[in-house]
């Protein structure tokens, strides 16, 4: 319990550092954030700035232009009215030096007219420069004021999950409180299970000394007063008891009783093998009429039919040996005289395949030979017949091994330890390889079958049986396998030394005195029971008297109080049988002195009428609910009434002679009546006991029911709730996730524009260059026009 509690309160620790860890990023991520979009906010102010600038600059630009433009119109007139000069002159000849200034004016208007095209080019990619930098512009403003409502979305969201958070935290500091409290009653509890831990120490080390001290005190003892040596002499060492190995036993049971269950799958197996051969060797081949059962077959049939005689015996054999195995008796080869049934029955049924094998070569070379099988068909029984000689082969060596085991139980010296270990490996081999035949049998049979399938004039009952053989291979299959791995598993424990030898000798048991020394172990163990058997300590006795005498009076006592309450409970049995029964009187005497009463006021109404209406103090008796109906429930209702009834009739000058017929019968359905009533209100009671218990039944279970349906729903919500903290966590990384994507984004952007910016910077200065060279130029050209004219 204390184990669980501190692993609990670690467990909310952690989660609550985790919980704590997170909320301490999440109020970072938010701070972060807002300082960020706060940046983000004053770049873009900044960038609308520079942007500004940049405009005021293009408008300056502009209007130069338009004056250079001017200029350029003035500059080409003038240059037009320069021509039409020179034309007039050409008339009068042309000089030298008018020719060269005609020569540098050509050039000067070349150039002039490559840099107006450069300029209405740069003109040109400035316009265009401009509208991708108001598109970015807008593009951008509209993707931060998204991005804005998102991060009021996600503040929200965080909001949210930051009051959850809260909420879970002050929960956990509850149960961290309550875990802080249990802790510390668990460290109480723990510290003072460590002091009883101590004193428990402190008791096995004086337990260990003193039972040390026992030891040498009893080993001296041994040494001194017992030299006797049982086993100086080696023939009468072999009479006595070996060491008993319980394990060994226990181990040699548990191994027997598997290899009888895994034999008992393979006994079968093979008779449903060999069956269902039989069934084969009367079936195929298919028509009968045409082609019938040759005597070969038939004779193979006859010895089918004989496997059970030498299969069953395996079954048998392998259970007469599990059940001598007992945890009593020594397991070795040498004592073990019930593995020699075993191996003569395994030798029998290697014998007996060995018998059949030439059967069954002969009738698969029948098939071979039937006008109906085809080239595949011969191959796979020819491969069928190497894996029966293969079979029969594998059986062959095991029943040659299980025999060399079997030899120490008829003669000690038949086989050393050193050889039997290495038998027993060589049959684990052979079961493998048993395995491995019936593997490959099985996978060629089932090439057969489907060949078989094939064919066009296959029965049914071949198929059934063709499928019924491959189920046996199959079965056959798993069960040598598992009794390969089995043998394999527990090799080490058969080729073990078991240590069952007399003390003091390297020799194996004799099978011949194995009966004496299992007698002589009995003896010893039955004697050692009697020797540690306790004796009854023996009582004074004058004590003894006193013992005697207070266990006679307990014991009368006893028997008088045993009496006195059979007697008590017959008494109460009794008087309840009486309470019933005077109950039932008491209701009797009502309903009689009910009667009574209403016959009194009967025979008044007669008598009044009779006398002519007579003062009423002529009435025969009291009112009903007067005193004096007590009395007649005390005395006169118990009287039958014959007296009184016989007086009144004659007073009333025999006008009721019939009267006490009458109340006789009435008396005896009346009590009939009254009884029947009496049972019918206690069965009454008890049905409505009945029905009350069956109510609150019904009620109990249908608020079980209810509680288990609320359980439910709270397993549910508390799943629900778990499934949205999962996705809020999600969201909450998916969030932060985005948010660094668009930061990146806004960077790259950002860095995007200023590169633009340069670019445009640079540009624009060129473009200032080209017309503070055009400038310069255009001035030169006047000043050498004016130095011509």
């Not at 040109?124 to 004021?145: M, N």
């Not at 698969?364 to 030979?369: A, I, K, N, Q, V």
């Not at 020394?517 to 008297?545: C, D, F, H, I, W």
């Not at 999962?726 to 995007?752: F, G, V, W």
């Amino acid at each position: 319990m204390a184990a669980d509690l501190q692993a609990k309160y670690a467990k909310l620790a952690q989660e609550y550092s985790k919980l704590r860890a997170q909320n301490q990023v999440l109020k970072k991520g938010v701070v972060d954030e807002q300082a960020s979009s706060t940046s983000l906010k004053e770049q873009v102010k900044l960038r609308e700035q520079t942007l500004r600038k940049v405009e005021q600059e293009m408008d300056s630009l502009t209007f130069r232009n338009q004056q250079l433009a001017k200029r350029v119109e003035l500059l080409q007139e003038e240059l037009a009215a320069s021509e039409a000069r020179s034309r007039k002159t050409k008339n009068k000849g042309d000089s030298p030096s008018q020719q060269a200034l005609q020569q540098s004016q050509n050039l000067f208007d070349e150039d002039l007219q490559k840099k107006i095209q450069e300029n209405e080019q740069l003109h040109i990619k400035f316009y265009e420069a401009d509208e991708q930098h108001r598109r970015q512009e807008a593009q951008l403003k509209s993707r931060l004021e998204e991005l804005e409502r998102e991060h009021d979305q996600h503040q929200a969201v965080v909001s949210t999950v930051t009051s959850k958070y809260v909420d879970t935290i002050d929960r956990l500091q509850s149960d961290k409180a309550i875990l802080e409290v249990r802790s510390q009653t668990l460290e109480s509890e723990a510290r003072d299970c460590r002091g009883r831990a101590e004193d428990c120490q402190q008791q096995l080390r004086r337990c260990q000394l003193e039972l040390n001290r026992q030891l040498k005190q009893s080993s001296s003892v041994i040494e001194e007063k017992v030299p006797f040596n049982d086993t100086k002499f080696s023939d009468f060492n072999s009479l006595n008891v070996p060491p008993h190995n319980r394990r060994h036993q226990l181990k040699a049971r548990d191994v027997s009783g598997q290899a009888l269950v895994f034999v008992q799958d393979l006994v079968a197996a093979l008779l449903n093998l060999h069956s269902y051969t039989e069934q084969r060797v009367h079936i195929y081949p298919v028509d009968s009429s045409i082609e019938p059962i040759s005597p070969l077959n038939q004779k193979f049939s006859q010895y089918l039919h004989e496997n059970a005689a030498f299969v069953r015996p395996l079954e048998e054999g392998l259970g007469q040996l599990h059940q001598s195995i007992t945890e009593d008796t020594v397991t070795v080869l040498e004592t073990v005289g019930k593995l020699k049934a075993f191996a003569d029955h395994f030798t029998a049924y290697a014998l007996y395949l060995k018998k059949i094998l030439p059967y069954q070569i002969k009738s698969l070379e029948e098939e071979s030979g039937a006008s109906l099988c085809t080239c595949s068909l011969t191959s796979m029984n020819q491969e069928l017949q190497s894996d029966m000689m293969r079979i029969t082969s594998v059986f062959d060596k095991m029943h040659s091994y299980i025999n060399l085991l079997a030899l120490p139980g008829v003669r000690q010296d038949a086989m050393p330890q050193s050889s039997s270990s290495a038998v027993f490996t060589q049959l684990a081999a052979c079961l493998h390889s048993l395995h491995d035949a019936f593997k490959e049998m099985s996978k060629h049979y089932s090439q057969k079958a489907s060949l078989e399938q094939e064919l066009p004039t296959v029965t049914q009952k071949l198929r059934t049986t063709n499928e019924c053989l491959l189920s046996s291979l199959g079965t056959l299959t798993n069960s040598t396998g598992k009794i390969a791995t089995f043998f394999s598993n527990n090799l080490d424990f058969f080729t073990s030394s078991t240590g069952y030898c007399p003390r003091g000798g390297a020799g194996g048991l004799n099978p011949l005195q194995a009966e004496s020394m299992l007698g002589n172990k009995k003896r010893a163990s039955e004697y050692m029971q009697a020797v540690r058997k306790t004796r009854p300590e023996s009582v004074p006795y004058t004590e003894a008297l006193l013992n005697r005498r207070v266990l006679t009076s307990s014991t009368e006592s006893r028997e008088g109080l045993t009496q006195q309450v059979v007697a008590s409970q017959e008494k109460i049995a009794r008087l309840e049988q009486e309470k019933e029964h005077w109950l039932l009187e008491a209701q009797l005497g009502k309903v009689r002195l009910e009667k009574e009463s209403q016959r009194i006021l009967d025979l008044e109404a007669q008598l009044s009428s009779i006398q002519g209406g007579g003062s009423p103090a002529l009435s025969l008796g009291p009112a009903p609910d007067s005193p004096a109906l007590t009395s007649l429930e005390d005395g006169e209702v118990n009287d039958r009434g014959t007296g009184k009834e016989a007086s009144l009739s004659a007073n009333l000058f025999g006008m009721l002679t019939t009267t006490p017929t009458n109340e006789e019968v009435g008396d005896e359905d009346a009590r009939e009546k009254l009884i029947k009533a009496h049972y019918m209100a206690r069965v009454g009671d008890l049905t409505t006991q009945l029905q009350i218990s069956d109510s609150k039944a019904v009620n109990f279970h249908a608020e079980c029911r209810a509680l288990a349906k609320r359980l439910a729903i709270a397993e549910k919500s508390r799943e629900t709730l778990s499934e949205e903290v999962k996705l809020a966590k999600q969201n909450i990384t998916r969030l932060q996730d985005e948010l660094a994507t668009t930061k990146r984004s806004y960077e790259d952007q950002l860095s995007m524009m200023s590169d633009h910016l340069c670019v445009m910077n640079e540009t624009l200065s060129k473009q200032r260059e080209e017309i503070d060279t055009l400038k310069l130029g255009a001035k030169g050209n006047s000043k050498l026009l004016k130095k011509n004219r």
